[in-house]
């Protein structure tokens, strides 16, 4: 069987009723035409700007998947440039072909539209010729938009057709929301528009408005001011009176910017699904009465959502999902919970490799979601079955291919977004079957349901781990990872209650006596390398009833039960430390003592008190034969880490050399001795680290960063930084500021 065309639908508020008629067509022509259809949805239209949803918007990457043929795109169903201007570009970018829903000359991409003017003319006309009223306003949308003018151009041609007078201040701007409706209501409830007959409103948001803030200020709806609406919304029919609106012909829209879609990426025309008209729908906001087969109707369907929106909202299915403790609890909720969406036909609950990584370390998540990056169907259910998945996919590609695959009928899927502030789990894909329609308003509802209970587990992860690594603090160093004071304390209790009494315990002391030393010509990282090499050492020594930890950075301790083995420990350290330094080339933090307490257990040994013991009694000293200290060694050490904190003073040899009571040409001679390198070379070298760190780290010009860094001239930085580094600072910034 030919592989079907998938067409994918970008839009939002999809139980909208204007934007699920649309859908319904769409998805009826393309079930017509045997092509599959994914609805990438967030659930919100971005009128406001928040962290979850500039997190939200990242599904829109799906647009990139290769396995679409083409979109079509509800840019209307969006607020605000930003958010358009931002899918449009993704859009662009796919590279297929993009078929603009109800709009009207984009510079970029196809468009298809409906004609409102005709349809606002014959409502106006209904208030006319139905009611006589003469005096009618008309509040529009914005007036930078094609619909809003097309319902303007309406209501003017209706007047003029009833040779019915009118001025400018018949008619305002509005913003299709609640804002510029509420300030048109109260001009009029204030007197500085005299009070019409009726009000024209372009759609159903801003009737509704209207209708609150008159009955809210004392007018009669519809006897005093009739009000109509637009676009026939269910939000519109629940009003008190309940609004008289328009139904566009969307599913027809829909339907038609399909076929239009088809011919452009097969070059063949589809059959046609039978047409829709639009017609009125009556309500009593105008002065006419209802008519009861259309109320029955609505009233039908309203009454099931709200059943289902009364179990979700009176059910514990809040309580139980932000009470699982992990994913796999998690999972059966939701399991249990999917027949509040009404007609599911098939569910697919993903999430990303990088959520379940994040979250079995406790960090956060992330708000970027790739369309490459790997998936993982946690939960796969139809209305009555649960299919058992664990499977990754390494991309949204191979997921697309997963739920179109062995299918003889052509499917829907709405693919909506799991995330939480800046966070980004993965997504929820559902289709109703064979049913050409869209999800309720108490799917999102759900959705947000588990969006946080997703962000409960990752902070109850992230709070186990951080007990864990609390625990394990107390216990133990983190330099080095072996039990500390504590840590030993309670080990060497414990083993003292489990060993005969008859038993002899020993502790051997290891102490660093260099460490210092260490230090200042090594620098911290590598002295802790040096720490964690010498713990690995001791572990490496130990017998399988010995215990092995650090009292500090430069002090161990070995317990051992039964007779003392510190000779065998000295020897056996000294014999890896030896060959560290043929290997390496160096000796630095080889020096060590080494001292020994021991006692029988029935002598209830004190661990403090062996460790004093231990500390006065040495048995055993290792040194290095080339680690003699010079006099002077830490005055070097002290002008070192000078010029290592602050490079940019302009050091003089003969000024330290002075300051340090030592001739200039023995400072300089003992400092090269100590580190390899003069403190003329030392300083450069530091310069060039501390411009490395503002290149990558900070957004200073280049310039800024030389003086910063002790340089007098641009030019003498840059050609000094690609000496040394090989590169120009401009390069190393651009190789390194990301990574």
């Given at each position: ?421 800046n966070n980004f789990f993965g997504f929820c894909a559902i289709s109703f079957g064979k049913y050409p329609v869209t999800y309720s308003r108490l799917y999102t509802q759900w959705i947000k349901y588990t969006d946080t209970a997703l962000k409960h587990i990752l902070d109850k992860s992230a709070l186990r781990i951080s007990l864990k690594k609390l625990d394990y603090s107390v216990t133990h160093s983190e330099e080095t990872g072996l039990l500390n004071h504590n840590g030993l304390n309670e080990m060497f209790r414990s083993r003292l209650a489990d060993c005969p009494s008859d038993e002899k315990v020993s502790l051997t002391m290891i102490e660093l006596s260099e460490l210092k030393k260490t230090y200042f010509q090594c620098g911290h990282s590598e002295t802790k390398e040096i720490l964690r090499s010498f713990a690995d050492i001791l572990r490496s020594s130990l017998q399988q009833n010995e215990i092995c930890g650090s009292l500090s950075q430069s002090c161990y301790v ?182």
């Amino acid at each position: 069987m030919k592989e079907r065309l998938l067409i994918g639908v970008i839009t939002t508020d999809c139980y909208i009723e204007y934007h699920r008629d649309l859908m319904n067509g769409i998805i009826s022509q393309a079930f017509k035409c045997n092509c599959d259809v994914v609805v990438i949805s967030p659930l919100n239209n971005f009128f406001y700007q928040t962290d979850n949803k500039i997190t939200e918007k990242e599904i829109f990457n799906f647009i990139l998947s290769d396995r679409f043929d083409g979109f079509l795109y509800n840019r209307n169903a969006f607020y605000g440039e930003s958010i358009k201007n931002y899918i449009d570009d993704i859009c662009v970018k796919s590279e297929k072909p993009i078929m603009l829903l109800d709009y009207n000359n984009h510079k970029r991409f196809e468009t298809t539209t409906a004609d409102d003017c005709a349809s606002f003319e014959e409502l106006v006309d209904h208030l006319i010729e139905e009611h006589g009223y003469k005096k009618i306003y008309c509040l529009t949308g914005p007036k930078n938009t094609l619909a809003s003018q097309e319902r303007l151009q309406g209501y003017f041609n209706s007047m003029k057709k009833h040779n019915i007078p009118y001025d400018k201040s018949y008619y305002d701007y509005g913003d299709f929301w609640t804002v510029k409706s509420t300030e048109f209501a109260d001009k009029i409830l204030k007197g500085e528009l005299p009070k019409p007959e009726a009000i024209a409103c372009a759609n159903d948001t801003m009737a509704v408005t209207v209708c609150e803030r008159l009955i809210g200020g004392g007018i009669n709806v519809p006897d005093e001011i009739a009000v109509t609406g637009y676009d026939a919304s269910l939000d519109a029919y629940r009003m008190n009176p309940s609004i008289t609106s328009y139904q566009r012909p969307n599913y027809q829209l829909g339907a038609e910017a399909f076929r239009r879609l088809y011919r452009i990426v097969t070059g063949k025309i589809c059959p046609k699904i039978p047409d829709t008209h639009g017609s009125i729908r009556i309500g009593r906001s105008c002065g006419c009465a209802e008519n009861p087969r259309l109320k029955h109707t609505i009233q039908r369907r309203m009454k099931v959502d709200e059943s289902f929106e009364t179990r979700l909202s009176t059910g514990d299915m809040l309580i139980e999902i932000t009470n699982a403790d992990n994913l796999n609890q998690l999972i059966d909720v939701i399991d249990r919970h999917t027949y509040l969406i009404h007609k599911m036909s098939r569910m697919f609950f993903c999430l990303t490799k990088n959520c379940e990584d994040a979250m079995s370390q406790g960090i956060p998540i992330g708000n970027t979601f790739s369309v490459n990056e790997p998936v993982r169907i946690l939960l796969d259910k139809t209305a009555v079955y649960r299919y058992m998945t664990d499977t990754y996919f390494s991309s949204s590609n191979e997921f697309l291919d997963k739920i179109r695959s062995n299918k003889k009928q052509p499917s829907a899927y709405y693919i909506s977004p799991l995330n939480y502030n800046n966070n980004f789990f993965g997504f929820c894909a559902i289709s109703f079957g064979k049913y050409p329609v869209t999800y309720s308003r108490l799917y999102t509802q759900w959705i947000k349901y588990t969006d946080t209970a997703l962000k409960h587990i990752l902070d109850k992860s992230a709070l186990r781990i951080s007990l864990k690594k609390l625990d394990y603090s107390v216990t133990h160093s983190e330099e080095t990872g072996l039990l500390n004071h504590n840590g030993l304390n309670e080990m060497f209790r414990s083993r003292l209650a489990d060993c005969p009494s008859d038993e002899k315990v020993s502790l051997t002391m290891i102490e660093l006596s260099e460490l210092k030393k260490t230090y200042f010509q090594c620098g911290h990282s590598e002295t802790k390398e040096i720490l964690r090499s010498f713990a690995d050492i001791l572990r490496s020594s130990l017998q399988q009833n010995e215990i092995c930890g650090s009292l500090s950075q430069s002090c161990y301790v070995i317990i051992g039960f039964g007779e003392s083995r510190a000779d065998d420990i000295f020897y056996f350290i000294r014999q890896r430390l030896e060959s560290c330094i043929i290997n390496n080339g160096s000796h630095y933090g080889t020096a060590f003592t080494m001292g020994e307490a021991s006692a029988l257990l029935s002598e209830a040994p004190d661990f403090n008190d062996m460790i004093q013991k231990a500390a006065v009694n040495h048995v055993h000293t290792y040194s290095h034969e080339d680690t003699g200290v010079n006099p002077q060694f830490e005055k070097i050490c002290r002008l070192r880490s000078e010029l290592m904190k602050n490079p940019e003073i302009n050091w003089k040899v003969s000024e330290i050399s002075e300051k340090l009571f030592i001739s200039k040409s023995y400072l300089q001679k003992i400092y090269k001795q100590y580190f390899n390198r003069s403190i003329i070379e030392e300083l450069i070298y530091f310069r060039l680290d501390k411009a490395k760190k503002l290149l990558v780290e900070t957004d200073l010009t280049v310039t800024d960063i030389s003086r910063d860094c002790g340089y007098t001239t641009y030019n003498y930085f840059v050609r000094q930084f690609r000496t040394i580094e090989g590169i120009s600072p401009t390069e190393y910034r651009e190789q390194n500021k990301y990574i």
